[in-house]
Protein backbone atom coordinates (compact mmCIF):
# COMPACT_ATOMS: atom_id res chain seq x y z
CA UNK A 1 0.00 0.00 0.00
CA UNK A 2 1.15 3.58 -1.19
CA UNK A 3 1.14 5.65 2.21
CA UNK A 4 3.69 8.89 0.98
CA UNK A 5 5.00 10.33 -2.22
CA UNK A 6 8.10 12.74 -2.71
CA UNK A 7 8.97 13.70 -5.58
CA UNK A 8 8.56 16.54 -8.14
CA UNK A 9 5.33 18.05 -8.70
CA UNK A 10 4.73 18.19 -12.71
CA UNK A 11 0.75 18.90 -12.87
CA UNK A 12 -2.14 20.35 -11.25
CA UNK A 13 -6.13 20.53 -12.00
CA UNK A 14 -9.21 21.16 -11.01
CA UNK A 15 -8.94 17.28 -9.19
CA UNK A 16 -5.74 16.58 -8.21
CA UNK A 17 -2.07 16.93 -9.19
CA UNK A 18 0.63 14.78 -10.63
CA UNK A 19 3.84 13.81 -8.35
CA UNK A 20 7.00 12.41 -10.49
CA UNK A 21 8.81 10.05 -8.03
CA UNK A 22 11.93 8.71 -9.95
CA UNK A 23 10.12 9.13 -13.48
CA UNK A 24 6.78 7.77 -12.71
CA UNK A 25 4.05 10.15 -12.45
CA UNK A 26 1.42 9.59 -9.73
CA UNK A 27 -1.85 10.74 -10.42
CA UNK A 28 -3.25 11.58 -7.14
CA UNK A 29 -7.12 12.98 -6.13
CA UNK A 30 -6.53 16.07 -3.61
CA UNK A 31 -9.04 18.65 -2.03
CA UNK A 32 -9.11 21.80 -2.97
CA UNK A 33 -7.35 22.97 0.17
CA UNK A 34 -4.82 20.91 0.07
CA UNK A 35 -3.98 21.48 -4.13
CA UNK A 36 -3.66 25.27 -2.61
CA UNK A 37 -1.00 24.59 -0.29
CA UNK A 38 1.05 22.57 -2.39
CA UNK A 39 2.09 25.68 -4.37
CA UNK A 40 2.68 26.28 -8.15
CA UNK A 41 3.48 23.18 -10.21
CA UNK A 42 6.93 23.84 -11.47
CA UNK A 43 8.76 20.86 -10.41
CA UNK A 44 9.05 21.52 -6.97
CA UNK A 45 9.83 18.96 -4.50
CA UNK A 46 6.65 17.61 -2.19
CA UNK A 47 5.79 15.39 0.16
CA UNK A 48 2.17 13.98 -0.25
CA UNK A 49 0.51 11.79 2.12
CA UNK A 50 -1.43 9.11 0.64
CA UNK A 51 -4.44 6.96 1.31
CA UNK A 52 -5.12 3.93 -1.80
CA UNK A 53 -8.94 2.86 -2.74
CA UNK A 54 -9.17 -0.28 -4.59
CA UNK A 55 -12.59 -0.68 -6.41
CA UNK A 56 -13.55 -2.77 -9.29
CA UNK A 57 -12.71 -0.94 -12.17
CA UNK A 58 -9.60 1.41 -10.77
CA UNK A 59 -6.79 1.70 -8.55
CA UNK A 60 -6.86 5.75 -7.18
CA UNK A 61 -4.93 7.43 -5.05
CA UNK A 62 -6.06 10.32 -2.67
CA UNK A 63 -3.39 12.70 -1.83
CA UNK A 64 -3.49 14.76 1.03
CA UNK A 65 -0.98 17.73 2.33
CA UNK A 66 -0.57 16.67 6.09
CA UNK A 67 -1.55 13.42 7.70
CA UNK A 68 -4.05 15.33 9.73
CA UNK A 69 -6.37 15.78 6.79
CA UNK A 70 -5.78 12.06 5.88
CA UNK A 71 -6.86 10.95 9.53
CA UNK A 72 -10.25 12.99 9.07
CA UNK A 73 -10.46 11.24 5.10
CA UNK A 74 -10.37 7.94 7.01
CA UNK A 75 -12.95 9.32 9.49
CA UNK A 76 -14.83 10.39 6.63
CA UNK A 77 -15.04 7.23 4.95
CA UNK A 78 -15.95 5.77 8.03
CA UNK A 79 -19.34 7.49 7.96
CA UNK A 80 -22.52 6.00 6.37
CA UNK A 81 -22.97 7.08 3.06
CA UNK A 82 -19.90 9.26 2.67
CA UNK A 83 -17.30 7.51 -0.13
CA UNK A 84 -14.13 9.85 -1.34
CA UNK A 85 -15.71 11.79 -3.53
CA UNK A 86 -18.01 13.45 -1.49
CA UNK A 87 -15.07 13.21 0.62
CA UNK A 88 -13.08 15.09 -0.60
CA UNK A 89 -15.95 17.96 -0.96
CA UNK A 90 -16.25 17.79 2.70
CA UNK A 91 -12.46 18.67 2.84
CA UNK A 92 -12.18 20.83 -0.10
CA UNK A 93 -14.95 22.94 2.26
CA UNK A 94 -13.43 22.68 5.34
CA UNK A 95 -9.63 21.94 6.16
CA UNK A 96 -9.36 19.64 9.34
CA UNK A 97 -9.36 22.12 12.10
CA UNK A 98 -12.69 23.38 10.72
CA UNK A 99 -14.39 20.65 10.09
CA UNK A 100 -13.43 19.54 14.06
CA UNK A 101 -14.86 22.73 15.09
CA UNK A 102 -18.20 22.58 13.24
CA UNK A 103 -18.39 19.48 14.41
CA UNK A 104 -17.93 20.12 17.80
CA UNK A 105 -20.16 22.40 17.79
CA UNK A 106 -23.26 20.76 16.25
CA UNK A 107 -22.66 23.31 13.20
CA UNK A 108 -25.16 22.14 11.24
CA UNK A 109 -26.17 25.01 8.96
CA UNK A 110 -22.42 25.23 8.11
CA UNK A 111 -22.34 21.36 6.98
CA UNK A 112 -25.10 22.18 4.67
CA UNK A 113 -23.00 24.41 2.28
CA UNK A 114 -20.90 21.26 1.30
CA UNK A 115 -21.99 20.21 -2.46
CA UNK A 116 -24.12 16.92 -1.80
CA UNK A 117 -24.79 17.34 1.90
CA UNK A 118 -28.33 17.75 2.50
CA UNK A 119 -29.85 18.57 6.03
CA UNK A 120 -30.21 14.78 6.91
CA UNK A 121 -26.47 14.21 5.89
CA UNK A 122 -25.78 16.79 8.12
CA UNK A 123 -27.18 15.12 11.10
CA UNK A 124 -25.62 11.62 10.18
CA UNK A 125 -21.86 13.62 9.69
CA UNK A 126 -22.87 15.30 13.01
CA UNK A 127 -23.81 12.02 14.89
CA UNK A 128 -21.05 9.55 13.54
CA UNK A 129 -18.36 12.11 13.86
CA UNK A 130 -18.67 12.87 17.02
CA UNK A 131 -18.02 9.24 17.90
CA UNK A 132 -15.14 8.64 15.33
CA UNK A 133 -13.02 11.77 16.27
CA UNK A 134 -10.74 11.66 19.60
CA UNK A 135 -12.49 13.29 22.62
CA UNK A 136 -9.60 14.70 23.22
CA UNK A 137 -9.42 16.38 19.68
CA UNK A 138 -12.74 17.50 19.55
CA UNK A 139 -12.47 19.23 22.86
CA UNK A 140 -9.10 21.15 21.66
CA UNK A 141 -9.43 24.76 19.97
CA UNK A 142 -8.91 25.02 16.26
CA UNK A 143 -5.57 26.38 16.81
CA UNK A 144 -3.91 23.55 19.33
CA UNK A 145 -5.57 20.95 16.66
CA UNK A 146 -3.50 22.78 14.39
CA UNK A 147 -0.26 22.93 16.46
CA UNK A 148 -0.34 19.06 17.16
CA UNK A 149 -0.81 18.17 13.21
CA UNK A 150 2.29 20.64 12.78
CA UNK A 151 4.31 18.73 15.38
CA UNK A 152 3.79 15.12 14.49
CA UNK A 153 4.44 16.52 10.48
CA UNK A 154 7.81 17.71 11.67
CA UNK A 155 8.61 14.78 13.67
CA UNK A 156 7.31 11.95 10.61
CA UNK A 157 9.62 13.91 8.01
CA UNK A 158 12.65 14.47 10.45
CA UNK A 159 12.69 10.51 10.75
CA UNK A 160 12.07 9.83 6.99
CA UNK A 161 15.15 11.92 6.90
CA UNK A 162 17.01 9.96 9.33
CA UNK A 163 16.40 6.64 7.22
CA UNK A 164 12.63 5.72 8.66
CA UNK A 165 10.49 4.30 5.68
CA UNK A 166 7.40 6.79 5.61
CA UNK A 167 4.93 4.45 7.08
CA UNK A 168 7.58 3.45 9.71
CA UNK A 169 8.15 6.97 10.68
CA UNK A 170 4.40 7.92 10.45
CA UNK A 171 4.02 4.78 13.20
CA UNK A 172 6.74 5.76 15.79
CA UNK A 173 5.29 9.73 15.55
CA UNK A 174 1.93 9.03 16.36
CA UNK A 175 2.95 6.47 18.91
CA UNK A 176 5.41 8.54 20.49
CA UNK A 177 3.21 11.41 20.70
CA UNK A 178 0.35 9.41 22.20
CA UNK A 179 2.74 8.69 25.01
CA UNK A 180 4.28 11.74 25.51
CA UNK A 181 1.07 13.96 25.78
CA UNK A 182 1.38 17.28 25.83
CA UNK A 183 4.66 17.36 24.73
CA UNK A 184 5.08 19.40 21.12
CA UNK A 185 8.90 19.84 20.88
CA UNK A 186 9.93 17.81 18.02
CA UNK A 187 13.46 17.66 18.73
CA UNK A 188 12.41 15.59 21.75
CA UNK A 189 10.09 13.63 20.20
CA UNK A 190 12.79 12.12 17.16
CA UNK A 191 15.10 11.39 20.43
CA UNK A 192 12.11 9.39 21.94
CA UNK A 193 11.42 7.69 18.57
CA UNK A 194 14.99 6.78 17.80
CA UNK A 195 14.80 5.32 21.23
CA UNK A 196 12.14 3.09 21.00
CA UNK A 197 12.67 2.06 17.30
CA UNK A 198 15.78 1.26 15.03
CA UNK A 199 15.54 3.36 11.67
CA UNK A 200 14.42 0.81 9.04
CA UNK A 201 16.03 1.62 5.32
CA UNK A 202 13.52 3.05 2.42
Known amino acids: ?15 GAVIDCGGVGYGVLMSMSSLARLGPADAQHVNIFVRTQLSQDALRLYGFIDA ?3 QMFDCLLGT ?3 GPKL ?5 STFDANELTHVIANEDRASLTRIPG ?3 KTAERLLLELKDRIGKGTMSAAPHAVSNTI ?4 DVISALVNLGFTPQAAEESAK ?5 LSGIEDVATLVKEALRRSRPKQA
Open 150 to 153: SVIT
Open 1 to 15: MIEMLRGLLIQKNAD
Open 68 to 70: GER
Open 175 to 179: DVQKN
Open 80 to 82: SGV
Open 117 to 119: VGK
Open 87 to 91: ALAIL
